[in-house]
């Protein structure tokens, strides 16, 4: 079992619907969680981070992270085609230098 | 803040070059930074990861002859790639945790398409 599975989609949305990516992982170690956007040829660029269980908002963003059933998700509101991008969760266990990345999920907001 | 840079965003080289990629924390200053590749529709692989001032601690099944990573101070980190093959023909990215902050962020550079032709 991979420390991190995260389905690859490729997810098509309508502009303005809400877009859900999740995460599932394996390592009850995992303390801090990630969401990164990368466009295509572009490095990932931080979205969200988070260390507790619960939800945490910046804009149209919301992250959600369920520790006692080891699953992450991302949702954005309002969705925009500029928003299409591929998606990736990483956790850490803090202090390990090392980040365990989920697969992508690439989505594409249709106008 | 929190910016990454790297040079050249694309390199073309014929097969037996060296080709050297750099890597740069603009705004804050790195102690860790970490060399990753990745292949088209394919997530990040983690090469190595780079701590000033010492030795380059890298990943199963990557050769440290053929990757030479020097990290000299705290903004720079360089990879060189030895010998290039078509196979190193890869999308390459470092990334910096800010040593001012105490988490697990990871801040990535735009990328270095190297084409070994």
């Known amino acids: 079992q991979k420390e991190v599975e995260q389905d690859p989609g490729p997810l098509s949305v309508p502009e303005g619907a809400i877009v859900s990516l999740n995460c599932t992982y394996s390592n009850s170690a995992f303390q801090y969680f990630m969401w990164y956007r990368q466009y295509s040829r572009k490095g990932p660029e931080l979205l969200m981070y988070?260390?507790?269980?619960g939800n945490k908002e910046d804009g149209r963003f919301t992250a959600q992270v369920d520790k006692s059933s080891k699953y992450i998700s991302l949702f954005i509101r309002d969705s925009q085609p500029s928003d299409s991008a591929t998606y990736l969760c990483?956790?850490?266990?803090?202090?390990?230098?090392?980040?365990?990345f989920g697969k992508g999920n690439q989505v594409v907001v249709i106008p | 803040g929190a910016v990454v840079s790297q040079h050249p965003s694309w390199v073309i080289c014929k097969s037996g070059t060296s080709v050297k990629i750099e890597c740069r924390s603009l705004d804050f200053q790195a102690t860790t930074m970490f060399w990753y590749r990745q292949f088209p529709k394919q997530s990040l692989m983690l090469m190595a990861t780079?701590?000033?001032?010492?030795?380059?601690?890298?990943e199963q099944g990557v050769e440290k002859d053929k990757f030479l990573i020097n990290h000299a101070s705290l903004t720079l980190s360089t990879l060189t790639v030895t010998s290039a093959h078509p196979e190193d023909s890869s999308f390459y990215i470092c990334s910096a945790r800010d040593l001012e902050l105490y988490t697990d962020e990871q801040y990535f550079g735009p990328g270095t398409r190297l084409t070994v032709t």
């Open positions: 780079s701590n000033e001032g010492s030795k380059a601690t890298y």
């Open positions: 988070t260390y507790s269980s």
């Open positions: 990483a956790m850490s266990n803090y202090g390990n230098n090392r980040l365990a």
